[in-house]
């Protein structure tokens, strides 16, 4: 019955996620690349043929496979050593990355994949340290915007309370706390509006 359906209907049934997986695997020898783009996709495409996508030739259906929000984490960790730089970059904006697949990607990633390991919310904080140190703009501000952001959400500071951010981004921020010294401090110097 899939095999008599057109490209669009193979599509949408590839997009469904109450797709049977045996269909799903099926679908994966379809003659359309967007039907496999979308099994590779689909959170509920099973682990052996997500594996077997993860090795396809075309760089698309990798890409299709590092951005699977069900991906199993040693096919994340593989993908993210693809040597494809937009299979990295897929890896790098999966919500399943971890700190240390992102550690590894900002370490010899390149420009656009060090920004977003940045702005990633599994970025450690020693990795979002060191790309704050680039001598890359682009990978400064991504880090830097991070940074701000994990002071006014650990230690209790508006957002919007810049003067403060910037005294606390001067120390250890990543051990304070609401209740440290130096956050009541800076909002004494700085207060919250």
């Known amino acids: 019955m899939v ?30 690349l967007g039907v496999i783009l979308e099994v590779g996709s689909n959170p509920s495409t099973p682990p052996a043929t997500l594996t077997r996508l993860a090795a396809d030739d075309d760089f698309a259906v990798r890409v299709a496979v590092a951005r699977n929000k069900a991906v199993p984490l040693d096919m994340l960790e593989r993908l993210a050593g693809d040597a494809d730089e937009d299979v990295r970059e897929a890896v790098v904006t ?26 990633h919310a599994n970025v450690a904080d020693a990795t979002l340290l060191a ?6 703009v682009d990978v400064q501000r991504a880090a830097a915007h991070s940074i701000d952001e994990r002071i006014a959400m650990r230690c209790g500071v508006n957002a919007e309370n810049t003067s403060a951010i910037e005294a606390l981004r001067e120390q250890a921020w990543w051990e304070m706390t609401p209740e440290s010294p130096e956050v009541a401090v800076s909002l004494a110097l700085f207060p919250d509006t």
């Open 3 to 32: 095999e008599e359906m057109t490209e669009n209907e193979q599509i949408r049934l590839a997009m469904e996620e109450d797709t049977p997986p045996e269909a799903l695997d099926w679908m994966t020898g379809s003659e359309w």
């Open 94 to 119: 999966n919500d399943l990355a971890t700190a240390q697949i992102l550690n590894d990607l900002s370490e010899r990633g390149p420009v656009r994949v060090r920004r977003l390991a940045a702005r």
């Open 131 to 136: 790309l704050a140190q680039s001598n890359v």
